[in-house]
C-alpha cells in the first residue's frame, strides 16, 4: 500500500533560521498528488500546501515545497522561522482517486524559540 | 465557505460502553472522512463515505461502525470502547475531485 515518511517527532529551530521538514513516500501509481496541512495548538488541521506537478515550486505563507518524483520526496521549507511557526505538520498523499482518500505521515512538531 | 462542528467535544465513557460521535456539515461536500489522531501515529483513517448511505472501511475500521443517512452528516460508533483508544477524532469533508480535506475541531474520548 501507500506510505509517508516524515522527519520524526520534534524539531527544534530558533527564530530567523531557516528550516527543512521533510517528506518521502512509496506508492506504485504515477498520478499522484501532495499536501502539507498544519495544525495549530488547539486548532483544526488546515491545508497549508498541494501540488501534483513534478518539480514545480509551490509557496503559501512563506513556506515552499517541490513535488520530485525521481526521489520520491516533497519536502516543506521555510528560510526565515517565525515564533508563530510553531505547529504540527502533516505531509499527506492522494493516489489519484476522485474520493479524495489521503495517506498521512506521523506528522511533524516544530518549535521555534527566540 | 462552511463550517463543520463536532458533538460532544469531549467524551467520557466506561470500558466497554458503546459510544457515538457526530459530525455534521455544510459545504454540500460529497465525502466525508473520520480520523483517529494519536500523538506520534498521525492521522490514521477510520471510515469513509463518498456519498449519503455509502461507507468505506479505512486502515482502522475494527472496533468502529459508522453512518452516513444524510449528506450533512456522518456518525462514528465506538462499538466497545477500550482504554488504548483514547484519542482525538476528526471528522474531515472534502468536494468532488476531493483534493482539500476540512477538518472539525475534533471530538477528544477518554475511557475510563
Known amino acids: 500500500g501507500d506510505s509517508v515518511t516524515q522527519t520524526e517527532g520534534l524539531v527544534t529551530v530558533t527564530e530567523g533560521l531557516p528550516v527543512m521538514l521533510n517528506c518521502t513516500y512509496q506508492t506504485a501509481y504515477s498520478d499522484v498528488a501532495f499536501f502539507w496541512y498544519v495544525q495549530y495548538l488547539n486548532e483544526a488541521p488546515k491545508l497549508l500546501l498541494r501540488s501534483s506537478t513534478d518539480n514545480k515550486r509551490t509557496e503559501h505563507q512563506g513556506f515552499h515545497a517541490t513535488l520530485h518524483k525521481s526521489s520520491s520526496s516533497f519536502h516543506l521549507q521555510k528560510s526565515s522561522v517565525q515564533l508563530s511557526d510553531s505547529a504540527l505538520y502533516y505531509c499527506?498523499?492522494?493516489?489519484?482517486?476522485?474520493?479524495?482518500?489521503?495517506?498521512f505521515g506521523h506528522g511533524t512538531i516544530l518549535r521555534v524559540h527566540p | 465557505g462552511g463550517i463543520i462542528t463536532q458533538t460532544p467535544k469531549f467524551l467520557i465513557g466506561q470500558e466497554g460502553q458503546k459510544l457515538t460521535l457526530k459530525c455534521q456539515q455544510n459545504?454540500?461536500?460529497?465525502?466525508m472522512y473520520w480520523y483517529r489522531q494519536d500523538s506520534g501515529k498521525g492521522l490514521r483513517l477510520i471510515y469513509y463515505s463518498i456519498t449519503e448511505n455509502d461507507l468505506q472501511k479505512g486502515d482502522l475500521s475494527e472496533g468502529y461502525d459508522a453512518s452516513r443517512e444524510k449528506k450533512s452528516s456522518f456518525s462514528l460508533t465506538v462499538t466497545s470502547a477500550q482504554k488504548n483508544e483514547m484519542a482525538v477524532f476528526l471528522c474531515a469533508t472534502s468536494g468532488w475531485g476531493g483534493f482539500e480535506q476540512y477538518f472539525g475541531p475534533g471530538t477528544r474520548l477518554t475511557v475510563l
Open positions: 459545504f454540500n461536500h460529497d465525502t
Open positions: 499527506a498523499l492522494n493516489t489519484g482517486a476522485n474520493t479524495g482518500k489521503l495517506t
